[in-house]
């Protein structure tokens, strides 16, 4: 599957929190930056998601702000 | 000013894309991944963007997608 | 590729307007509702839309609204 | 009221999953399809949401990506 | 039409520009803010938005980040 | 910090609803509105939010809706 997101980001789980609704789930990223992302928590069973996954952090390009000093 | 944004990742403008609303930024962050962003031409204009100044590219955890192999 | 997005309703593109930055593209899904997508021009021309191509719109569960009459 | 977004689908409440924040719910649109929707448990309380009734999915255009196999 | 979104800002239209794709409409809320909005062109023809019109600002509080100083 | 998003509402926190991960924050606005936003727990706890704190709320023109009666 190719998605249109600009933004596709290789990484792995580092870190996975359940709650009722959601997962949070943050990914390090090749660069080393660490992507926090919240899905379901049926997406994330549905992934199959657990530390050290390879996964990719997707992030539409009119979803991401720009910010200076 | 801090901000509620799990996603704050430090980079450089690499490249801008004018269009009569909206402005495409292409941000490089510091591991070396290319972040895209669609902001609106007058917050491009605001913030006095061009190549090389130093930016963050931010993100809300709930706009980023986890996808899997 | 797998994607934490809910929403992955199969379809066919029924209509494509390009602007500078933004292209909307027009989804008719096989229940047969349209839904129409703005995704950044270089990502229509990636992923060679045109019109009868067999997408997907994907669609993330927080971006989804819920109204009543 | 009549709204900006592009996508408005009329269908059939499926199911409602509570969490302390948010409320997940799933509607099936006329042409068959499910779509998931997370919303505040407030909204979903406020909207007097069950199972059965007729509500909207409503989605931004800017919201929907695109994808192919 | 009721909607799941928390934020519902009463307001006038102030000011609307055209791109291709998108119209980018400010509203000033009843209690003197402005708030700009991207919507698609096509949504505000159908909506015959025009300077001075009474509208809503419709916000999904999981689209809303919160800063401090 | 300068950021992108055209819509900076300066305001103090009304109300706070901790889940295990999101929490949702009420501020109320200059103009007396309440805007209502679900974050992160994670992130309200780093920006140490608590009732009657000053605080901006932030959101992104491309995800704002127009609505007319």
Do not use: Q
Request: glycine content about 8%; proline content about 1%.
């Amino acid at each position: 599957m190719k998605i249109s997101a600009r933004n596709i980001l290789k990484g792995k789980v580092l870190r996975i929190v359940n709650g009722p609704v959601n997962t949070e789930v943050t990914v390090r990223v090749s660069g080393g930056e660490e992507i926090v992302s919240i899905i379901t928590r049926a997406s994330a069973e549905e992934l199959e998601l657990s530390e050290g996954k390879e996964v990719y952090a997707v992030i539409k390009a009119s979803h991401v702000l720009i910010a200076t000093d």
